[in-house]
């Protein structure tokens, strides 16, 4: 079940990089043009915003590390306890921001996480 365990490994490096991505949107492009468009945002309100929106970009490099990090270590755990936070992260966003968080965020990490449960160590 090799290609199990690779499907598995692929699936977090691909959240890692969303999470990459999270954070050049939040951390650089918060209140460019592209970041403006992908948030819905005023430049006013972009800009007043900014420096915690780099905050919340800052945290999803911290998750995207942790899951680096889980793929090159024996055995999944730091890749299960990183999925499972980008889960509950998922989950909270999408009640209090926003639905769409939901299906960018928690279900890719879901997904990851369930097929590294099923590609066990």
Known sequence: M???????????????LLHVYFLVLEMFLWDKPMGLRTFRHTPEYAASTR???????????????????????????????????VIVAG????????RKILWFQAMP??????????AGN
């Not at 999803?60 to 730091?78: C, M």
């Not at 990490?109 to 099923?118: N, P, Y």
């Open 51 to 85: 420096v915690l929106a780099a905050n919340q970009g800052l945290y999803n490099g911290f998750l995207a590390a942790g899951l680096l990090y889980g793929l090159l270590q024996p055995g999944r755990e730091f890749e299960l306890f990183f999925l499972s936070c």
């Open 2 to 16: 090799h290609w199990m365990s690779t499907l598995a490994d692929i699936a977090v490096a691909l959240v890692a």
């Open 109 to 118: 990490a879901a997904i990851a996480l369930l097929l590294v449960l099923i």
């Open 91 to 98: 989950l909270y966003g999408a009640a209090t921001a926003s």
